[in-house]
């Protein structure tokens, strides 16, 4: 296939995708709804083999997890994190997106054990923020 196709078809699964999410923000569903598909066409579009979504409770100042892809037990149970806290409390506190290319070898990654048997290498930490506020961060590993 040619590179110019290639290109033609990922474009077009962007579009399929933010459509998707468009349709979902403006329907009647439940927040907990959108955040699943939130991260379902995020992990589709990136190719990730799990995509999360957290979100600040402020009243305990932590990222909880409120929706995932993933079906494992184990990811799905992991602890809450504080804000400032390995990776995705770091680009919470500091509103950047974070890196992490090789988790085996990042002292600030948490959960490594978890990582481990879950088979996952990398994570990219982004913020979400509404008008200048932190409110959750969205990771795809």
Known sequence: MAKKDKRTIS?????????K??????????????LKLVVTVTAEIMD???????LIDEKTNELILKATQSMSDTYNSKPHLKIGEGIAGKAALENKPKAVYDRSKEPEYK??????KEGL??????????????IGVLNNY
């Open 48 to 54: 990730s083999k799990i995509c999360s979504l957290m």
């Open 121 to 134: 290498k990398a994570l990219l930490s982004v913020p979400l923020s509404v008008k200048g506020r932190v």
């Open 111 to 116: 959960y490594k054990d978890i990582a481990r």
């Open 21 to 34: 999410v468009s349709k979902t923000i403006t329907s009647s569903l439940y927040l907990e709804d959108i």
């Open 11 to 19: 474009y077009a699964r962007q579009l399929e995708a933010i459509s």
